[in-house]
């Protein structure tokens, strides 16, 4: 049984949890990460832990794809375009996952990821690179998520929360927004919550299609995979009376349709995935069901809902 929360706000510490203030004195990792460097921009954190086995790859090439120094790692010269870079990363991922090199890549998805950087290229992308090795660079990825709900007759908001399927690789069994995803290379965030609707709860296009972009989450996490800033689009959707959403690829065990009292009653229970929990406070909060006036901590809450990230963002240009 996971430990209860006191707060809220210490349910939203518990995902932005990467240090605020970097100690060098510290004997954490955390505390020590090295830049992954990309022109002028940080665009990613790799712990001391993964440099050894980035040291011996690249030296096992003849021709280096990485410079690699105390406190900072950077692309070697060469390599120069986004097809280099994509590559170069392509390349050691594929080494790493059959040399079995670090647990996270067991998770391998086949599912390629944007990575920003070079404003010369449409959207800022700098390169693209297999999803279940972000971590390891500590590489700054975005996602969307769902609020679907109802409303009673008396007009009070129910909230569909889902409940993740205990074959999971990842957080089995915990509580979900009622659709959420990754937005992998080549898909808008509109696309993906379409997509991600029919895929995880059965929502068809022409509902799916209504939900409105409402926020974006931010904070800084990590896990035993390695380090995961995050940014999530948000969107609400009111489901139509008489729908239900089904889950449809596994992701999903069943939905629930709760009052926003029995929401937050189970993050305090450390019942949901971290960030997901993010995503119902903020709803709660937009929706005053959290008020100033009820919330000590109303204000120290949003800065952990709306961390400022360091890293380059997405630029679309139509």
Same mark, same amino acid.
């Given at each position: 049984?996971?430990?209860?929360?006191? %707060?809220? *706000?210490?349910?939203?510490?518990?995902?932005?949890?990467?240090?605020?203030?970097?100690?060098?004195?510290?004997?954490?990792?955390?505390?020590?990460?090295?830049?992954?460097?990309?022109?002028?921009?940080?665009?990613?954190?790799?712990?001391?832990?993964?440099?050894?086995?980035?040291?011996?790859? =690249?030296?096992?090439?003849?021709?280096?794809?990485?410079?690699?120094?105390?406190?900072?790692?950077?692309?070697?010269?060469?390599?120069?375009?986004?097809?280099?870079?994509?590559?170069?990363?392509?390349? *050691?991922? =594929?080494?790493?996952?059959?040399?079995?090199?670090?647990?996270?890549?067991?998770?391998?998805?086949?599912?390629?990821?944007?990575?920003?950087?070079?404003?010369?290229?449409?959207? =800022?992308?700098?390169?693209?690179?297999?999803?279940?090795?972000?971590?390891?660079?500590?590489? %700054?990825?975005?996602?969307?998520?769902?609020?679907?709900?109802?409303?009673?007759?008396?007009?009070?908001?129910?909230?569909? &929360?889902?409940?993740?399927?205990?074959?999971?690789?990842?957080?089995?069994? *915990?509580?979900?927004?009622?659709?959420?995803?990754?937005?992998? @290379?080549?898909?808008?965030?509109?696309?993906?919550?379409?997509?991600?609707?029919?895929?995880?709860?059965?929502?068809?296009?022409?509902?799916?299609?209504?939900?409105?972009?409402?926020?974006?989450?931010?904070?800084?996490?990590?896990?035993?995979?390695?380090?995961?800033?995050?940014?999530?689009?948000?969107?609400?959707?009111?489901?139509?009376?008489?729908?239900?959403?089904?889950?449809?690829?596994?992701?999903?065990?069943?939905?629930?349709?709760?009052?926003?009292?029995?929401?937050?009653?189970?993050?305090?229970?450390?019942?949901?995935?971290?960030?997901?929990?993010?995503?119902?406070?903020?709803?709660?909060?937009?929706?005053?069901?959290?008020?100033?006036?009820?919330?000590?901590? @109303?204000?120290?809450?949003?800065?952990?809902?709306?961390?400022? *990230?360091?890293?380059?963002?997405?630029? &679309? &240009?139509?």
């Amino acid at each position: 049984m996971m430990t209860a929360f006191k %707060s809220l *706000l210490d349910a939203v510490k518990f995902c932005d949890k990467f240090p605020y203030t970097i100690d060098p004195t510290s004997k954490d990792e955390l505390h020590h990460a090295v830049p992954f460097i990309l022109g002028p921009h940080k665009i990613g954190n790799l712990l001391p832990h993964v440099m050894p086995a980035l040291n011996e790859y =690249n030296n096992s090439l003849p021709k280096k794809p990485f410079e690699i120094q105390q406190n900072a790692v950077t692309f070697a010269p060469w390599v120069n375009t986004p097809e280099l870079r994509t590559a170069a990363m392509e390349a *050691l991922a =594929n080494t790493w996952r059959q040399e079995k090199t670090f647990a996270v890549l067991s998770g391998w998805r086949n599912e390629l990821y944007p990575v920003y950087g070079d404003s010369s290229q449409p959207n =800022n992308i700098a390169f693209v690179m297999e999803r279940a090795a972000t971590p390891l660079f500590g590489i %700054s990825t975005f996602g969307v998520h769902l609020n679907a709900y109802s409303k009673s007759e008396d007009g009070q908001i129910l909230m569909w &929360v889902a409940r993740r399927s205990k074959t999971k690789q990842t957080w089995p069994g *915990l509580l979900d927004n009622c659709v959420a995803g990754g937005i992998s @290379y080549t898909y808008s965030a509109k696309e993906t919550i379409v997509k991600e609707c029919d895929e995880e709860a059965s929502i068809p296009t022409e509902i799916a299609s209504q939900a409105q972009s409402v926020n974006t989450i931010t904070y800084y996490t990590y896990t035993k995979g390695g380090l995961q800033p995050e940014t999530q689009y948000v969107f609400d959707l009111e489901i139509p009376k008489g729908f239900t959403p089904t889950p449809r690829d596994g992701e999903a065990e069943c939905f629930y349709l709760w009052p926003l009292e029995k929401v937050k009653e189970t993050i305090l229970n450390n019942e949901w995935k971290p960030n997901c929990a993010l995503v119902a406070i903020d709803f709660m909060m937009r929706h005053s069901f959290i008020t100033p006036d009820d919330e000590p901590n @109303y204000i120290d809450i949003t800065y952990h809902l709306h961390r400022r *990230l360091e890293f380059p963002t997405p630029h &679309v &240009v139509k």
